[in-house]
């Protein structure tokens, strides 16, 4: 006896539904559900899957996959339509396949195919494959209803591909924009200390001109202070790349955090003299695996920040034992930073525009200790609020 499933007539209201779901939709899978759903009520139908085909070699890829029906409990041995789907990949038309004639009583070995190509503007996408486990066979208004979905699932992909072309677009001009702003601002932080270097030094060299040993001195620590801001600079370069290519190397040992950053604020106070440091350390800190330059390096940023852009501003540094993680903040009351620019000061190359004019910098030595930190487990974050202040969070596995 033939069998026959109850078909739709081509309401539009049914057929806009549809359409809306794909214009509406951010995201493809709900996007599927919602229309597959739809069309379960009246385009009766087992397994059903998407399959995407790679844009260099068009090899297929299963997209998105249900079992509706008699295949839900038996989804390892049930047809998915592989070989159908690869044979849609070179006649890029609706296929049909039927099972032969059978006494097999087993529906799941007797399987009817529907296949459609995904196109858009004759661009292949891929295919979709409807399966009927037993039959009955695919009525013509099930394939043009099937051609219609298939119409509309490729639309789908094509907006999701354009929406992702879009975003890698933005983020390659999001990155010119900075390396652009990156070679403006090492340009000028290079001809800075150079320049400081050249006149000095040309100076103490004139041949019609005699200084006394306390300008010769004052002229000297100028070039040397320009010097080291220059090293520092090619320092952080240098760090920048390798940490790019993933070749700045660790030399893990056993640290204790509050000795390392007490040795850090002792340097950074012959540095930056007028720099003041408070502390508030737990007494049962648990020791901590990492590379002690390294580490030391990301204290030494945060509070040479500390010293330019909340000139005149006590810091507060405290080590909280949480858990198993040790959790180090590092407060400032200087002029805080905007909200929107939060999430960015991480990001190679950025400076927050318009702070601190006359303070110069790379924007290279955050994004160094986000990635240090990052190569020992941890992880560092910022909160602020403008005219009160910033304080940096870092939390680093602890060892027991």
């Given at each position: 006896?033939?069998?026959?499933?109850?078909?739709?007539?081509?309401?539009?209201?049914?057929?806009n539904a549809?359409?809306?779901?794909?214009?509406?939709s951010?995201?493809?899978?709900?996007?599927?559900?919602?229309i597959?759903?739809l069309?379960r009520?009246?385009f009766?139908?087992?397994?059903?899957?998407?399959?995407?085909?790679?844009?260099?070699?068009?090899?297929?890829?299963?997209?998105?996959?249900?079992?509706?029906g008699?295949?839900?409990?038996?989804?390892?041995?049930?047809a998915?339509?592989?070989?159908?789907?690869?044979?849609?990949?070179?006649?890029?038309k609706?296929?049909?396949?039927?099972?032969k004639?059978?006494?097999?009583?087993?529906?799941i070995?007797?399987?009817?195919?529907?296949?459609?190509?995904?196109?858009?503007?004759?661009?292949?996408?891929?295919?979709?494959v409807f399966?009927?486990?037993?039959?009955?066979?695919?009525?013509?208004?099930?394939?043009?209803?099937?051609?219609?979905?298939?119409?509309?699932i490729?639309?789908?992909?094509?907006?999701?591909?354009m929406?992702?072309?879009?975003?890698?677009?933005e983020?390659q001009?999001?990155?010119?924009?900075?390396q652009?702003?990156?070679?403006?601002?090492?340009?000028?932080?290079?001809?800075?200390?150079?320049?400081f270097?050249k006149?000095?030094?040309?100076?103490?060299?004139?041949?019609?001109?005699?200084?006394?040993?306390?300008?010769?001195?004052?002229?000297?620590?100028?070039?040397?202070?320009?010097?080291?801001?220059?090293?520092e600079?090619?320092?952080n370069?240098?760090?920048s790349?390798?940490?790019q290519s993933?070749?700045?190397?660790?030399?893990?040992?056993?640290?204790?955090?509050?000795t390392?950053?007490?040795?850090?604020?002792?340097?950074?106070?012959?540095?930056?003299?007028?720099?003041?440091?408070n502390?508030?350390?737990?007494?049962?800190?648990m020791?901590?695996?990492?590379?002690?330059?390294?580490?030391?390096?990301?204290?030494?940023n945060?509070?040479a920040?500390?010293?330019k852009?909340a000139s005149g501003?006590?810091?507060?540094?405290t080590i909280?034992?949480?858990g198993?993680?040790?959790?180090?903040?590092?407060?400032?009351?200087?002029?805080?930073i905007?909200?929107?620019?939060i999430?960015?000061?991480?990001?190679?190359?950025?400076?927050?525009?318009?702070?601190?004019?006359?303070?110069?910098?790379?924007g290279?030595?955050?994004?160094?200790?986000?990635?240090?930190?990052?190569?020992?487990?941890?992880?560092?974050?910022?909160?602020?609020?403008?005219?009160?202040?910033?304080?940096?969070?870092?939390?680093?596995?602890?060892?027991?």
């Amino acid at each position: 006896m033939t069998r026959t499933f109850p078909t739709a007539d081509f309401n539009p209201e049914y057929l806009n539904a549809i359409s809306k779901v794909v214009v509406q939709s951010s995201e493809w899978k709900p996007a599927l559900d919602k229309i597959i759903n739809l069309i379960r009520a009246v385009f009766i139908f087992d397994n059903l899957a998407v399959y995407l085909a790679d844009p260099k070699n068009e090899n297929l890829e299963v997209m998105y996959a249900r079992a509706m029906g008699r295949g839900r409990s038996r989804e390892e041995e049930a047809a998915w339509g592989e070989n159908i789907a690869n044979q849609i990949t070179s006649k890029r038309k609706t296929l049909l396949i039927e099972p032969k004639l059978s006494d097999d009583e087993d529906r799941i070995k007797r399987p009817y195919l529907l296949a459609i190509p995904l196109l858009v503007n004759k661009r292949y996408l891929g295919a979709i494959v409807f399966i009927r486990f037993g039959g009955p066979s695919f009525s013509q208004e099930n394939i043009e209803l099937s051609e219609f979905i298939a119409k509309q699932i490729a639309l789908l992909v094509e907006r999701q591909d354009m929406e992702k072309a879009y975003e890698l677009l933005e983020e390659q001009r999001q990155l010119a924009r900075l390396q652009d702003d990156f070679i403006s601002t090492i340009s000028h932080e290079l001809r800075s200390p150079l320049g400081f270097i050249k006149g000095y030094t040309t100076t103490l060299l004139r041949s019609d001109a005699s200084w006394d040993q306390k300008t010769q001195q004052e002229f000297l620590q100028i070039i040397d202070q320009e010097t080291d801001h220059l090293m520092e600079l090619i320092e952080n370069l240098l760090d920048s790349s390798r940490l790019q290519s993933g070749q700045l190397h660790m030399q893990f040992q056993f640290v204790r955090l509050d000795t390392l950053i007490k040795n850090v604020i002792a340097r950074s106070c012959l540095h930056n003299p007028a720099l003041i440091v408070n502390t508030d350390f737990d007494n049962n800190l648990m020791p901590i695996q990492g590379d002690p330059h390294r580490l030391a390096q990301v204290f030494e940023n945060l509070l040479a920040n500390a010293a330019k852009y909340a000139s005149g501003s006590e810091v507060l540094i405290t080590i909280n034992q949480e858990g198993n993680h040790a959790h180090i903040s590092i407060s400032d009351k200087g002029p805080g930073i905007p909200e929107q620019y939060i999430p960015s000061l991480f990001t190679r190359f950025f400076r927050v525009p318009d702070q601190s004019p006359n303070v110069h910098g790379s924007g290279l030595g955050l994004f160094i200790c986000k990635q240090i930190l990052e190569a020992h487990q941890g992880e560092i974050s910022a909160t602020s609020i403008l005219g009160q202040g910033t304080t940096f969070h870092i939390l680093l596995p602890s060892q027991p």
